[in-house]
């Protein structure tokens, strides 16, 4: 199965979670005697209340071998996790709707056009980081904290074939 | 009164906050079956506990008439406010120790090397943004809630002459 690629944008990921960009702020304004634009709380970070504090993290991601095979998601039960790209690069996101078991039918994958990041709302099922560049590195906040906070699944194959991603660049 | 600007160091940056780069993670380990370095838990985002958030929010930023007048301090009360370059762009950071009127010798600035973020603690006099590229964008990861989070001062000039920033670049 290949599953097609879309165009990331604000409506078709807010089953998922946040898109992270100057169009998606809940507010706008001048700052600091008019130097600077304040695009305002874009994204909420939730950790839940079980004890976790929000932290700060980088991921430098390096390519998967092509075609890009989609074998396995994972989710965080106990906060969000946003991905922002350091150096406007384009990068895949693939998410599901969030049953305990998602299946092939529910996935849908986007690309970022390199000034979006995403924030995935807790407990949304998403593949890990599909980087595109030879090596880059993504801004990442998120939860740590007491408990298990990953849960990660097989998905399950046709004919012994497991999905890909059908994008332009493929 | 001129004011040297240092290279933005970790050691340095101590007392007001931390620096945000891949060299400040409190650890690094392999994640996405080798594909991602995590550069994990880098600085943390302190909302308080008076019912804040944590957001993030983008400014959009546009650079200072030459020379760069060091005028008036901020602080924000009730959290911490980190800043992350979007492209690479260096930028500058003035802070002061956290008197409650710091004075002019308390001044301390420093230029980010563009792979380096910030995240100011809660309380620490800094100045608002000072961008150098003709606009550029900045990740902020702060706090939004109830209560005032935000002090501003004047600082005092020598000779009517507001303190000025020296650095190579001017």
């Known amino acids: 199965m290949k599953l097609k690629v879309e165009p990331l944008n604000p409506a078709a990921f807010a089953p ?39 932290i700060i993290s980088i991921f430098r991601g390096t390519p998967r071998p092509m075609p890009i095979e989609i074998k396995m998601m994972e989710r965080h039960p106990l906060g969000s996790q946003a991905f922002v790209p350091l150096s406007g690069q384009k990068f895949l996101i693939v998410v599901a709707e969030g049953s305990d078991t998602p299946a092939l039918e529910d996935l849908r994958a986007f690309i970022s056009d390199g000034t979006q990041g995403v924030t995935y709302a807790k407990n949304v099922w998403h593949h890990p980081l599909l980087a595109l560049e030879p090596e880059s590195d993504f801004l990442i906040v998120d939860r740590s904290g007491p408990g298990n906070n990953l849960n990660e699944i097989d998905l399950p194959m046709v004919d012994d074939t497991p999905v890909t991603l059908d994008w332009p660049q493929t």
Chains 1, 2 share one sequence.
Request: aromatic fraction near 8%.
């Open 16 to 54: 998922f979670g946040e898109v992270i960009s100057t169009a998606t702020a809940r507010d706008e304004y001048k700052i600091n005697l008019g130097t600077t634009t304040r695009f305002h709380d874009i994204s909420r970070v939730d950790v839940g209340d079980e004890g976790g504090i929000p």
